[in-house]
């Protein structure tokens, strides 16, 4: 695999670069601390245009292809992982409408995404159920023109701010195959429908994680994904490939951010008359790091190329999930040992990196799941 970008494709990428170097890394290190929602940043990027990265030019977005996006997203990541997670439900939530949606679905709802006037989340896991997704219990009742929606959402990534959350719901309890029984709903903001508590994290922070939670709550039929019940289990696997491209990229941008700071550090600290860098124990660590960043990104613009061509990238998107956040945790962790005590220090990039990476091993689906969504396409592909 060859990726050759294009001069557009490079001047975008070099744009969010000079971006994240002058607006995202000099503010994130006290945002991050503190844990406040970098408002100024996100204002930032809606005057630039990037919340309409992912929508088709039709609807007043950019219409970047997935290589590209990826790219974006790592440099992003390189600066601080948390302004990546405004985006990605966003993102996911523009596949999910430019994919399946109805004409006049597109035509209400991307316009205005597209400039950041409507911010969207997605939601499928709730308190009761994570990696099961068909044990849900929320449940959307129709009722003449509406549906009547009720239940609690867990873990959702801009749950406060979003004022469209496309939600996967149960509308039918009878419908078999179980997967038929899910329907996706666009749920926008309204009576009956809030943000419950914010979640206190590790990392991640910044930008909120919350319950979401539904009491009676009237969602006008026209909001059904597509106008047809039945398809939200399907709609979402589709749009999680997006999303686990999106959390690889993410991998890689923080992995490269820490292998920066630690080679940059191995030499210009001294020890034993030198700098570390010159040790040889050093040295084996910043090879295998880069090797890793390197072959992470690969997998993850592999399985981008796919998505581009049209064709499902499920194995693929799961194998550069897999590894791109396994190698991502590795790097950081080996970043740490290069500062020694003061990685450990707040004082040092190095101990936000480390506690933002394990996030990746488990959003968009942890990678035990994902090591079973790639057996099991691998078995499809060489079945005897």
């Known amino acids: 695999m060859s990726v050759v970008l294009s001069p557009e494709q490079r001047e975008i990428v070099a744009t969010v670069r000079e971006f994240v170097e002058r607006e995202i890394i000099p503010v994130a290190p006290r945002l991050e601390h ?18 309409g990265f992912a929508i088709p030019e039709r609807y007043g977005g950019v219409g970047l292809d997935y290589v590209t996006y990826a790219l974006v997203v790592e440099e992003i990541s390189r ?23 109805t004409d006049e679905q597109r035509q209400r709802f991307l316009p205005p995404m597209a400039t950041g006037a409507i911010r969207a989340g997605f939601s499928m896991s709730e308190p009761g159920c994570g990696s099961d997704v068909q044990a849900l219990q929320t449940r959307a009742r129709r009722d003449g023109e509406a549906y009547v929606v009720d239940g ?73 994904l597509g106008g047809v019940e039945g398809e939200g289990f399907l709609q979402m696997m589709a ?20 292998f920066e700071h630690a080679i940059r550090y191995a030499q210009e600290r001294q ?15 910043l090879a295998d790091m880069a090797t890793k960043i390197e072959a992470a990104r690969l997998l993850t613009l592999r399985a981008a190329e796919q998505k581009d061509r049209g064709e499902r990238a499920d194995v693929e998107a799961g194998m550069a999930k897999l590894f791109a956040t396994e190698a991502c945790h590795e790097v950081v962790l080996e970043a740490m040992r290069i500062f020694g005590g003061y990685g450990y220090s ?13 996030l990746l091993l488990i959003g968009e689906g942890t990678n035990e799941i994902q090591r079973l969504v790639i057996a099991r396409g691998l078995l499809q592909r060489y079945a005897v």
């Open 239 to 258: 749009a999680i490939e997006v999303g686990r491209i999106n959390v690889a990229a993410r991998g890689v941008g923080v992995a490269r951010a820490a």
């Open 79 to 101: 600066g601080w992982m948390s302004v990546s997670g405004i985006l990605n439900t966003h993102f996911i939530v523009a596949y999910l409408l430019a994919t399946f949606g």
């Open 152 to 224: 609690t959402k867990m873990w959702a990534t801009n749950g406060e701010r979003a004022q469209l959350v496309a939600t996967l719901v149960r509308t039918d309890p009878a419908a078999s195959p179980r997967h038929r029984q899910l329907s996706c709903i666009l749920c926008e903001k309204g009576p009956g429908f809030r943000a419950g508590r914010a979640i206190e994290k590790l990392g991640y922070k910044g930008v909120e994680t919350t319950e979401l939670i539904f009491e009676g709550n009237r969602q006008p039929v026209a909001n059904l």
């Open 34 to 51: 503190d844990d406040i929602f970098p408002e100024e940043i996100v204002e930032r990027m809606k005057q630039l245009g990037f919340f």
């Open 271 to 285: 020890a034993f008359g030198r700098p570390i860098a010159q040790h040889q124990a050093i040295q084996f660590k």
């Open 346 to 358: 707040k004082e040092y990039p190095v101990e936000r990196l480390y506690r933002d990476a394990p």
